[in-house]
């Protein structure tokens, strides 16, 4: 991986961690809001319960602000600490860690993680359903194709060589610029005749398309005295 490449990574992953804080901080400002709102009407017990709970999960005391509800706790008590006796629980040791430290916020991005995770994973299934659609489809469509070029073969079967470069070139006229075979009906009989599409549209003077591969002389060479022995035994 270059400097360059590296760099934009570190930025890339800056900016994915940036957006995950800003969602985990306003997913934890919408849960506090909606404590308040679903427990107006809880009883002091259920709410001390409630801490007594968290606790048992932290392991320890929790601060006020490392319990979603905390504040609106402390407001019903007047403060965190008389809450805290009144639950029987010892004072919280220390300071209140730093947000992104504390386990509510590593339990909400851990939430957020899996879910964005299963996101991408459906999101890979939906690409790979979609690629396996398009494969299908166009397996169906070359098959489709085939089948009509043996058809359109077998009409044509009699046609001379120059009877069917003057086909090609009258479809390139239509089209305006070089066709590549599938765009031809009959392409495939066509090659099977001559060998290559390359050489059909060699001897129809016609560009070959970009990335087409030019005939080897010797090949070309071959094919014309092909026509000049069959020529010659007319």
Sequence with gaps: MTAEKRMSYRKKTELERELLHKTVVQNLIYKN???IQEHKSSTDEELLE?????????????????????????????????ALGEATLSLPEG????????????????????????????????????????KKEKAEENLNKIQKDREWGKLHEKDTDEELITYVKCIA????????????PGAAYIIERFGSWALVLTVAGLPLPKGMKEVNPKTLKEYRERICIKENNL
Aim: proline share 5%.
């Design 50 to 82: 409630y801490i007594r709970r968290f606790s048992e999960e932290l392991k320890r005391t929790p601060h006020q602000d490392e319990i979603v509800g905390g504040n609106y706790i402390a407001s019903r008590f007047g403060t965190w600490e008389h």
């Design 33 to 35: 809001k909606k404590f």
């Design 95 to 134: 300071k209140c860690p730093p947000l992104r430290k504390q386990w509510i916020y590593r339990k909400e991005v851990k939430v957020l993680e899996k879910e964005q995770k299963k996101l991408r994973d459906e999101k890979k299934k939906q690409q790979r359903e979609e690629l396996e659609q398009t």
């Design 173 to 184: 006229e239509r089209l305006g610029y070089t066709p590549v075979s599938k765009e031809v």
